[in-house]
């Protein structure tokens, strides 16, 4: 759910010392894992909270703006890594768990009206040891007074230890599940679009509903695990801005 990170109003306020809170519940309806033909419904929170140069998140994680420039942020950043349990779905069966953990890594963000571009290399701490590389174009169109449209397109690259732990089959994991064993390679991990309104009732309250696409890369597509190449999301949430 894009719209639970930090707004782009928010950003802007990093050199005027202000905080920002915002807590709020959402929904999204997404494929059980990466890959998978099964979707179900998940619940998340909606906590974001910035003070002068400070932000933090519930999928922004934790970072710090080093940027003098309004329009231009970069810094320091940890967040979180999803994990995943081989009882989400029957097809995981045998692969063992790939526990939560954390990523650490850098971002840039450069908002050039109404267009921005945003980046990140984050390298995974824990179950999920690696680098990841994202990069993503966007374009805001506001409608209203109340109401705005924001649509992105992004690539995500990832090194060989990442795609293995996700898409890989070792020969242990094939006697256990019975699925071909498979070694991924470095690669595009995923590719997609996707668009969110937002709607504001107050100066306070918000809500955001979220839609998108994307495909596999053919490394992760040609995996065993893999049963649907091309996965699709929908989300919803609520916001109230102290």
Known sequence: ???????????????????NLTLGAGVIYAPEYEGSEDYKVRALPVINYRKGRFFVGTLGGVGYDLSNT???????ILSYQFGRDENDNER????????????VGAFARWNLKPFSV????????????????????GYALPLSVKDS???????DWADEEVMQTYFGVTPEQSSRSGLDQY??????????????????YTPKVFSTLNAGIYQLGSEAADSPITTEKTGSLVGASVGYKF
């Open 92 to 103: 995981l069966e045998g692969l063992g768990d790939i526990d939560a953990g954390a990523d």
């Open 70 to 76: 309004k329009d231009l942020s970069y810094g320091p």
């Open 183 to 200: 070694d991924a390679s470095s690669g595009i991990r995923r590719y997609g679009m996707g668009a969110s309104w937002t709607h504001v």
């Open 1 to 19: 759910l894009r719209q639970l990170t930090l707004s782009q109003k928010e950003m802007t306020e990093k050199n005027k010392g202000q905080s």
């Open 118 to 137: 945003n980046s990140s290399l984050k390298y995974g701490l824990g179950d999920v040891e690696g680098a990841q590389v994202k990069l993503g174009v």
């Open 149 to 155: 449209l924001r649509f992105e397109a992004s690539v």
